[in-house]
């Protein structure tokens, strides 16, 4: 599911938050002094304020894939057989990493401010569903 800015949205499961808290007016050194935790209930909404897409870094196995895909789409059909077999039969082998690449390619993460006041920012959109 693809979110949008304005969209209603709900948590999809219970979330806890959890870390350290510092006073109002207490320096920052003081960071850790305080623990906290927060709880939200599945089904809280809000409304989506912000919504940032994180392309995944490509490695130089699915570099060198895109590298003879498009060598052999390109210019294939003008190659010696044996010479397109052995790119074929390359690029074959390097098609997993290219499948693993596409099915983590985009990590989508959104900034939700739900009805009661808090603010969730860079949450992964899996953790809502539309309202």
Do not use: C
């Amino acid at each position: 599911m693809t979110l949008n800015v304005g969209q209603r949205v709900r948590l999809a499961a219970d979330l806890r938050l959890a870390g350290s808290v510092t006073p109002a007016g207490e320096p920052p050194e003081e960071t850790g002094a305080f623990a906290a935790s927060l709880a939200l209930a599945a089904g809280i909404e809000g409304t989506v304020e912000r919504v940032d897409e994180h392309h995944r870094q490509q490695s130089h196995e699915v570099r060198e894939y895109l590298r003879l895909k498009s060598l052999l789409d390109d210019f294939g059909h003008q190659m010696p057989s044996a010479s397109r077999k052995q790119l074929e039969e390359q690029v074959g082998a390097l098609e997993e990493q290219w499948v693993a690449y596409q099915r983590r390619m985009l990590r989508v993460t959104v900034r939700v401010r739900l009805d009661n006041g808090l603010v969730l920012d860079d949450v992964p959109e899996e953790a809502f569903a539309s309202a």
